[in-house]
């Protein structure tokens, strides 16, 4: 018995032994990331300028999308809102992602509300998607017009859905906008009495066969209000979108904002943002293409919105908002397969802000060894501009 006792506690030794050998091997297999710089890509004090996206196109020139409004203290109001009538697309340009000179030049203006939220998706063929929705301000004697349920994000401003531009020249021109499908999960119609058509902030992803997979969100509850995520896919493009799978249900809490990512062995991975579950980022993993998803769950952490970027050595850098105190920026660098986000380092990008109005970033590879993680910023309380972090690979 003693033998039998002493044989197992060896096993028992050589398996904790390997199990950390191998998390020792996970983390030092691992690019080291030190910070640069930290850049202001584009700071106007009659603006509040948010939600940035970003991409880097063949030819080497660097896309900059974001929504702009009119910083309201510029009409003796206290403060802005993430909703406003004047709201609308923008885009910059640079050659090396670090110098943005000069004004930025109009995007897209929607004719009927202010625009959200630019992501935008640059194709293997160079084309490129760029979605966001809207919000119409409706006067007090409309709003008993309106078709019920709806969604009211304050008196008066209620919800368009989402729309998606297209640009076949590499972003000189856009096209569109399209309407993708209303999904059959969501309950509410449109300030135009229409049910919502699809929408969500986030990441899109070409996938290795060609499809743009596009993780959605939709009002399935009214009562109380909550969210759930959903996959659309278009095998055109972007043109069209076919309904899939749900990918995060709960019934007591919500899921909003989600990039999705492409592992190489073929998992479709949503880094999802979530309500009622103390901002904590969750993950769901499809293991069939996007037929369906397994059960959401917790990362760990708190940080949202969340944006994956696939580097040379194919580990993944997961970059999110923070806003705890210190507010600021914060990343981790994932294995390939996105399977260790519990025990991946967290990395500080920023710390540095002066509120919890900030975040959203998105990153893209500047080189084989620099990274600019873009994303909205106030260092001074009210002065939210677009700003960027140059990250070195070591």
């Known amino acids: 018995m003693n033998v039998l006792r002493s044989h197992f506690g060896m096993v028992l030794t050589m398996i904790i032994l390997i199990s ?22 584009y700071d106007d004090e009659k603006f509040h300028s948010a939600f940035p996206s970003i991409v880097k196109k063949a030819d080497g020139e660097f896309l900059l999308a974001f929504r702009r409004a009119p910083d309201r203290k510029i009409f003796g109001e206290g403060h802005s809102n993430h909703v406003d009538p004047n709201s609308y697309l923008v885009m910059m340009r640079s050659r090396d992602g670090i110098s943005w000179d000069g004004e930025p030049e109009l995007l897209y203006a929607h004719a009927f509300g202010g625009s959200q939220d630019p992501c935008l998706l640059l194709m293997k063929n160079g084309k490129m998607l760029c979605t966001s929705y809207g919000w119409a301000f409706v006067r007090p004697d409309g709003l008993p017009n309106l078709k019920s349920p709806n969604f009211q994000n ?3 401003v209620v ?10 020249d590499g972003g000189k021109e856009w096209a569109g906008p399209l309407y993708p499908p209303h999904i059959s999960p969501e309950i509410n119609f449109s300030a135009m009495g229409i049910p919502i058509p699809a929408y969500n902030r986030g990441a899109l992803w070409e996938g290795k066969n060609g499809r743009i997979y596009w993780v959605v969100a939709a009002s399935d509850s009214e009562s109380p209000r909550k969210t759930s995520t959903h996959l659309i896919i278009s095998e055109d493009e972007g043109k069209n979108w076919e309904y899939s799978t749900p990918v995060a249900v709960l019934d007591t809490a919500s899921f909003n904002e989600t990039s999705i990512y492409e592992t190489p062995a073929g998992d479709l991975v949503a880094f999802l943002r979530t309500s009622r579950l103390n901002g904590e980022a969750w ?6 293409g996007g037929k369906s998803f397994g ?9 949202y919105p969340l944006h994956a970027l696939p580097l040379p050595d194919k580990n993944v850098l997961l970059v999110y908002g923070y806003r705890e105190k210190p507010y600021g920026i914060r990343a981790r660098i994932l294995n390939p397969e996105c399977t260790d986000f519990k025990t991946a380092k967290e990395i500080i990008i920023r710390d540095d802000g002066a509120g ?5 970033p998105w990153s893209v590879m ?12 106030n260092v001074v309380p009210g002065r939210i501009h677009i700003a960027g972090s140059i990250l070195e690979i070591q």
């Open 283 to 288: 993950i769901a993993r499809s293991k069939d």
């Open 20 to 41: 950390a050998g191998q998390r020792a091997l996970s983390q030092s297999s691992k690019p080291k990331i030190k910070k640069n710089q930290d850049i202001i890509i």
């Open 366 to 377: 500047l080189d084989d060894k620099r990274i600019l993680v873009s994303y909205y910023h």
């Open 159 to 168: 919800f368009l859905g989402g729309y998606v531009l297209y640009s076949d």
């Open 154 to 156: 304050k008196d008066g």
């Open 356 to 360: 919890t109005d900030l975040g959203y």
């Open 295 to 303: 059960k959401p769950e917790s990362m760990g952490f708190v940080g």
